[in-house]
């Protein structure tokens, strides 16, 4: 088992990355003086590994109130969480108590939200299951649930109090799932994770999946966020660039009504563009420009062709909750490994590059 320290907002926490930790990790002394532990677990998560699961959670005893959820993006909302914060009461939770979230990025974000709010905050400990929480939402303390008009616009910042990166859940996601949280290591690459890099360029789609590559993969991320996170925490300047393809990426989803579109494809979409965009005004050479279109294809993480009306996906755009003042701000690249923030692009070239690559 790999830890990794992080800090941020003024509390520092583990990052246990390995293969069947769950157990170590849940009896460790961050979680033996709680005297309620409700435990959010996707009801997906917990249909294939239950047994694992239920001898993982033992340890806690009847301290556990088990809370199974189903985590669609529909159920990311704020009135479920209100359903939720009630089970907390009926279950006798209090200040002295704790939070699991046990699933993919949907999972970690509702708990971490519910623990946030409740009697002002619980702590939370987050168990990602997926390549994608494990690589981005379960770091970093941003919490939240969604509103009709877009993703996340209801949240916080809460740090957790540990995270439990277990690889051996990875062995049963879905390659689309693998790909999303592919999709958010790219990511880390383009906007300055060299090892990451290296990583996505040595392997394909099928070795990428080995048990100590991805380990492998996921702390490097672990890493780079923490340390993004640590000079930013609540995304003043530096954090910024970890937005890098989500502006145009939740605007497609937001578009889509979450249906159809993944997050990591719709993130991929959206560095595609930005990507593109950053050549055509000179930022990027075509050599590096079509490394990140390489890249892309070679994992899959994007199709060829999508349909889209740019128009409405640049109307999304205007409920994103980091644009101020009607003006729409990207993280571009200045050359791989070198993003900067707060550009403002024409609008025509926007809709031109998002209308040639996704468009009919």
Known sequence: MRAITASAGGSTYDVLIGSSVLPAALARKELAAFERVAVIVSSRVYGLHRDYLDGSLSVLGDRMALIRYDDSEENKSYGRAGEV???????????????????????GDFAGFCAGVYMRGVPVVHVPTTLLAMVDSSLGGKVAVNLSVGKNIVGLFHQPRMVVSDVRFLETLPDGEFRNGLSEALKHALIGEPSTMGILERNDPASIRNES???????????????????????????????????????????LGYRGVSHGEAVAAGMRVKAEISRRLGLLTDGEAGLVKGLIARYGLLRERWGLDADSVIGHMGYDKKNFGGVINFVLLKGLGRPFINQQIPVDLLKKVMTDLLGK
């Open 85 to 107: 914060l009630e089970k907390f009461i009926a279950a006798g939770m209090n200040r002295k108590s704790a939070v699991i979230g046990i699933g993919g990025g949907v999972t």
């Open 213 to 255: 590559v991805a380990a492998d993969l996921v702390a490097h991320s672990v890493l780079f966020k923490t340390g993004v996170v640590e000079r930013d925490e609540k995304e003043n300047d530096l954090r910024a660039i970890l937005n890098f393809g989500h502006t145009i990426g939740h605007a497609i989803e937001s578009h």
